[in-house]
């Protein structure tokens, strides 16, 4: 909506159409691939054939269902999900520090010890792990009085996921030493293990995969509301805009999602290294529309018949120009990411775009945006 009041509703198609068939399904994707692995940690067998992609597609059924059964089911597993997420954490925090000790403390030279020294590759996973900060927002018409309460999850959200993301990120440090976690393929079954014993790597496995149940559902929940809003604006989705009055949901715009979803999960099962091609399928689309909604706020600042008071933002314009120039510098990383890479994904997420501009043209809105 932003994006349509400040540069016209074909941007906003265009966006909806991005986060429909690039940035959510591959985001979702992403997580449901981590879920598997770590899944597949716990069941004492090997894969069974396209076991990686049974055990990715099976939490987006089922957490898809609980959705469809309504808003309350919904919202209460994400409740259950995130705090068993938040206490198993601090448990891995607390016991890092109480059981383990430092196996290094002669200090690293990083630039001489790493390959790399590229900002902007080194944040592109950190910020991945951010990235669901700003997701409510697609359940602003949920939430209760959300001009004061939606300002409050956006600032205690962020601060809550930034202390204890440092928080952990001490824990390993502590327990593995700089060196340790930079040369670890699983720095978090490391540390468990090295500070509770071979127990550890199960617990922080059904962790894991708790962790990524919570996105996952996360996920699902808000970007249906994004196309529902979309279909009740654009002839495109027309299907998706369709409310389900008696479960409180938009249950067209759910099971669609999880279609797709489920379609791009099983496409890039074929390769091992799903996870990294969905980061590059997904990054791109994901930083460049960051972008345009930060140069949004200016827009509607100064556009004609838009109360600038609306667009209120502590710091202004300071404070955006940081964001923008932040969300610049990510999606010239990201691009470099997947130059690296050198993976197809990248090239096929523009083409989607390339559709999705055509469709932009061709689309005839319900209403007046």
Known sequence: IYLSRAFGSSVG????????????????????????????????????????????ALPIAVLTGMNVLGVRPGAWTQIVLTTAKIVGLLLVVAAAFALGGASETTPVNIVATS??????????????TFGGWSDIAFVAAEVRDPRQNLVRS???GVLV??????????????VLGFEGVRTSEAVAAETLEAAVGPWGRGAISVLICISTLGVINAMLLTGSRVYYAAGTRHRTFGLLGV?????????????????????VVVGFGLYEDGFDRMVVFTLPAFW??????????????????????AFRVPGYPITPLIFCGSCLFMLISSIQYAYVQRSPEAAWALGLLIVGLIASLLDRPRVES
Do not use: C, D
């Open 13 to 56: 198609f265009l966006f909806t159409w991005s986060l429909f068939w690039i940035v959510r399904p591959g985001s979702i994707g992403a997580m449901a691939y981590v879920f598997a692995q770590y899944a597949a940690a716990l069941v004492p067998h090997q894969w069974p054939v396209f076991g990686p992609v049974i055990y990715a």
């Open 154 to 156: 956006l600032v205690v």
């Open 288 to 309: 460049f529309f960051f972008l345009l909604t930060g140069i949004a706020l200016f827009a509607l600042r100064h556009k004609p018949g838009e109360p600038a008071r």
């Open 115 to 128: 390959h790399s020294t590229h900002l902007g590759l080194a944040m592109i996973f950190v910020l991945f």
């Open 161 to 174: 996921v930034a202390a204890i993301y440092l928080m952990v990120t001490f824990a390993f440090v502590r």
């Open 243 to 263: 409310w389900n009055a008696r479960r409180e949901s938009p249950v067209r715009s759910l099971i669609v999602q999880a279609a797709v979803t489920l379609a």
